[in-house]
């Protein structure tokens, strides 16, 4: 990486993720948004991927409670409906959404009406090109980058070989752990053994992302860890100065 990141829209996230049997009520989405009244925060990422559609409207109205003006990038969840996009859109200019491989979890065909503004992400099976033709580009998850040049050395030359064919119009930023663990929850027994993880503990497991030149780090990416807005923001800052 030549050049720093300052330049790079870089978001703090509210997520709904978890890297535990944690049930979904266990999860800080709650406090994140507190948080970001705190704050005074305008601009945010959201990633709706664990809550249901009744979890969800209540996020929706805890969004509008909030300081939050603008949500440029959104993590797709397959139960999602078109009017949720269109909220998005609508009320806070959302710019661009991520999915995962129709391979992992089937989307709804009105999704094509915002091809423009969907990203197919590299997660689990490797970046099918015909389905990137169909939409919009591809959203980079680092850590999941990361992951697969450590142990899934095919998967990652795959990836990366697509990469040069499409744009990049977003992206994930993950811990690297240096120990493995299992994803016991993955239904891809294949890509279960893993170095990413979605909760930070040191600042330096961000630093895999050196392996990657800037202009990889396109668009928006968003800070995909269960860590506070607090502690993403030290990351926000660690991530700028990296070189």
């Not at 049997?21 to 709706?48: G, M, Y």
């Not at 078109?82 to 129709?102: A, W």
């Not at 993950?174 to 170095?195: G, L």
Request: charged residues 35%.
């Amino acid at each position: 990486m030549r050049n720093n990141l300052k330049k790079i829209k870089i978001l703090p996230t509210i997520t709904t993720i978890s890297n535990s049997d944690a049930t979904i009520s266990d999860s800080n989405w709650k406090s994140k948004i507190k948080e970001i009244r705190d704050f005074n925060i305008k601009e945010v990422a959201v990633f709706p991927t664990c809550l249901n559609k009744k979890e969800r409207k209540e996020l929706y109205k805890l969004l509008e409670n909030s300081p939050i003006e603008s949500i440029p990038f959104v993590h797709l969840r397959e139960d999602m409906q078109t009017d949720e996009l269109e909220y998005f859109i609508k009320n806070y200019g959302t710019e661009v959404f991520n999915m995962h491989s129709e391979k992992e979890y089937p989307y709804i065909e009105d999704y094509l009406k915002f091809k423009e503004k969907i990203c197919i992400e590299n997660v689990y099976y490797p970046l099918d090109e015909k389905e990137i033709k169909i939409f919009f580009g591809i959203c980079v998850d680092f850590s999941h980058l990361e992951n697969d040049r450590l142990l899934y050395k095919k998967k990652f030359k795959h990836n990366m070989q697509i990469m040069k064919k499409f744009p990049i119009k977003c992206g994930h930023i993950s811990a690297i752990k240096k120990e493995i663990h299992v994803d016991f929850k993955s239904k891809y027994d294949s890509f279960n053994i893993r170095h990413d993880f979605h909760c930070l503990e040191e600042l330096s497991e961000l630093d895999y992302l050196k392996n990657y030149p800037l202009k990889y780090f396109s668009g928006y990416i968003a800070i995909e860890l269960e860590n506070s807005i607090k502690e993403q923001l030290k990351v926000k800052n660690y991530i700028e100065k990296l070189k």
